[in-house]
């Protein structure tokens, strides 16, 4: 089967008993079904399928390569698989033996392809075998996560873009700041997940090692050529030591941090909207598609995309938290421990599929009212231009500080604006003031002060515009 397939799906509950095990001949007795309850994974490793498959194609190759498997062996398991891939595609459920996707695999296969198929795990563990369709589902599901960043990028951008005209308060603390464009406040949003696409396209860099042929522990002890096995996979390079290849989740942890800060990202993204499309601010207002209603209140339109965005930040940190301690206390080689990586994998990857098209939508639905927006922006925001005037006019930065300090306490307290100061009141504060002192208290004239690269200036946000664009018409 070939990888592209969706790293999703469960399966259905299991049909009748069999008696296909991987294991066994060592014990007198069976499992205890206790034992059984526990250590069966499939309904969590069920989805790794087409990369067991694919990853079991080309052990079969090698093996034939390597003059283990004759060429009738080799194109009976070749083609069995084939057909175990239809047959899963199509809806074939695992059975209560079935403990996890490999055993399923294998029991399907026999049937397929009869006895050539006991032949198939010579010089292969499942440890190996499981790490390496751990890596092929993770590889192809980052770029699925890359897919779904870029999206909510775009609708970001998309949005930003038409926000040129758009003035509002930058907050720091809370607190109102200084004026920045719309434009530049959006795009604030924009490169937290142009960072994500960077670690992601990293991560699924570390996850590109091939630990196929590093059999339980040891390595494998048939002349496999793990580079045949390197290039059929499309791994970009072979792991040097099989002992840590087979207990190596450090893949997983990359991506689950990477997810975690995605998931923070979005969860920043959604604090902003939630708090900015409050009565209190008013300065975006909900979409009918993404939002919700009240069961008593009829006049509520409810964010909840962005606030269970906002919640999930939690879950996917939690998937980081539980597998950064799973593997802090391992010894050396692989343990049954590692089992439970995927489910932290599973799950963060799941949420963060539901949650990026959902901001998406939601992002593109959002309306902005720029009259609200510029309405929120006082004349004390400037506070800062002014004392830039006077450090232009040759004062100290030091001494201007204090010299605008000492107007906004002045402004307070007469309960004005600092703007709607008297221009002689504010000359007597500092004898570098001039006539033309109120034009520094003007919201388009600080912005117009910053077109520094990467400021909230005009030709700055435009530069920024076009650097947006060619970084999602990039490779991350």
């Not at 990888?3 to 069976?30: I, M, N, Y």
């Not at 042929?213 to 580079?227: D, K, L, N, Q």
Request: contains cysteine; proline residues 4%; aromatic residues 6%.
């Amino acid at each position: 089967m070939d990888s592209s397939s969706a790293p999703t799906g469960q399966p259905a509950a299991p049909a009748a008993e069999g008696t296909h095990k991987l294991w066994g001949g060592r014990f007198a007795a069976g499992p205890h079904p206790l034992l059984d309850a526990v250590n069966r994974s499939i309904t969590t490793d069920f989805r790794l399928w087409p990369h067991d498959v694919r990853g079991s194609r080309a052990w079969a190759l090698a093996l034939h390569q390597a003059g283990v498997l004759s060429a009738d062996e080799h194109r009976a398991i070749h083609d069995g698989l084939e057909r175990v891939g239809a047959r899963i595609a199509a809806g074939a459920q695992p059975i209560a033996t079935d403990e996890d996707i490999h055993t399923m695999i294998d029991r399907l296969l026999h049937e397929e392809a009869g006895t050539p198929a006991s032949r198939l795990h010579t010089g292969r563990s499942r440890n190996d075998q499981v790490a390496t369709a751990t890596r092929l589902w993770t590889m192809h599901a980052i770029g699925q996560l890359d897919a779904a960043v870029r999206e909510l990028q775009e609708a970001l951008l998309t949005q930003a873009e038409t926000l040129t005209d758009a003035i509002l308060p930058a907050y720091t603390h809370l607190q109102r700041a200084q004026p920045v464009s719309g434009t530049h406040w959006l795009l604030s949003h924009f490169w937290p997940l142009d960072r994500d696409r960077t670690r992601l396209a990293a991560a699924a860099k570390g996850a590109a090692t091939l630990p196929l042929g590093s059999g339980a522990i040891a390595g494998s002890a048939f002349p496999v050529s793990r580079e045949l096995l390197r290039e059929t996979l499309g791994f970009e390079a072979i792991s040097p030591n099989s002992i840590d290849a087979t207990g190596d989740r450090d893949f997983v942890a990359e991506t689950l941090f990477v997810c975690a800060m995605t998931a923070a990202h979005c969860s920043r993204i959604a604090e902003d909207m939630i708090v900015y499309g409050s009565s209190e601010f008013g300065f975006v207002k909900f979409g009918d598609r993404f939002s919700t209603g009240s069961s008593m209140m009829p006049q509520k339109r409810n964010p909840d995309v962005f606030e269970l965005a906002r919640g999930s930040g939690a879950r996917v940190l939690g998937d980081l938290v539980s597998m950064l301690a799973t593997i802090k206390g391992l010894p050396s080689g692989y343990s049954k421990d590692l089992q439970d990586d995927k489910r932290a994998l599973f799950d963060a990857y799941d949420t963060l599929m539901l949650v990026l098209p959902a901001m998406a939508g939601a992002v593109a639905e959002l309306r902005f009212d720029r009259a609200r927006m510029r309405a929120a922006v006082t004349g004390a925001m400037m506070a800062t231009d002014l004392a830039d005037y006077l450090v232009r006019k040759g004062a100290t930065f030091r001494e201007a500080h204090g010299a605008v300090g000492r107007l906004v306490r002045e402004a307070e307290e007469a309960g004005v604006d600092l703007d709607q100061l008297p221009v002689s009141q504010v000359r007597v504060a500092h004898a570098l003031f001039g006539d033309d002192v109120m034009d520094a208290l003007g919201a388009d004239a600080s912005l117009a002060a910053r077109n520094v690269d990467g400021g909230t200036g005009p030709e700055a946000v435009a530069r920024q515009v076009e650097q947006a664009r060619a970084r999602i018409a990039a490779a991350p």
